[in-house]
């Protein structure tokens, strides 16, 4: 089964940066794509970006360029970097591993000044 912790949220002024973590346990991470959504207040939840098993790694289109994903198969982590930040990152992100109808509780990053 499962199980997924995410971690590193927080407050930041526009233009900063946070990295969030999403650790993994259950499964043998290392053969499965994880990807990370995100979900801002009164909408509904969207995909942010997903690195695969194989490291091929796709973004959504206003994400592309400022933020970073990545993983360790060492330690069953995904890493989030996120870059120049903007009050729309506002949002509870989640992980979420590929084929697993399971979340986590998610993180809360708030983008203000």
């Known amino acids: 089964q499962v199980q997924l912790a995410e971690s590193g949220g927080g407050l930041v002024q526009p233009g900063g940066s946070l990295t969030l973590s999403c650790r993994v346990s259950?499964?043998?991470?290392?053969?499965?794509?994880v990807a990370w959504h995100r979900q801002a207040p009164g909408k509904e939840r969207e995909w942010v970006t997903t690195i695969f098993s194989g490291g091929k790694i796709t973004y959504r289109d206003t994400v592309e360029g400022r933020f970073t994903i990545s993983r360790d198969n060492t330690k069953n982590i995904v890493y989030l970097q996120m870059n120049s930040l903007k009050p729309e990152d506002t949002a509870v992100y989640y992980c979420?591993?590929?084929?697993?109808?399971?979340w986590g509780q998610g993180t809360q990053v708030t983008v203000s000044s």
């Open positions: 259950g499964i043998n991470f290392s053969r499965y794509g």
């Open positions: 979420k591993v590929l084929v697993f109808d399971t």
